[in-house]
């Protein structure tokens, strides 16, 4: 009977553990990618930042064109 109670409490024991490491791993995992999500919202803040100042000849430089006047970019 002992023995069978131990048995019971060592169960509990490793699945209780094993629920709060599944759960701080989530929770560690989620912060991450919270983290980057935010990171990539500014660096795409900074980039669309840059692209409004450009004018149109600027543009199409960026994008690997060739400005042909007066307004085609080829």
Not at 43 to 60: F, H, M, Q, V
């Amino acid at each position: 009977m002992v023995v069978f109670i131990c048995q019971k409490n060592s169960i509990f024991f490793l699945t209780f553990s094993h629920w709060q490491a599944y759960r701080a791993g989530a929770v560690s995992e989620r912060s991450a990618t919270l983290t980057r999500s935010i990171d990539l919202i500014r660096e795409r803040s900074k980039t669309n930042a840059e692209i409004k100042r450009l004018d149109a000849a600027g543009l199409c430089r960026k994008l690997d064109g060739r400005w042909v006047q007066p307004d085609t970019c080829e």
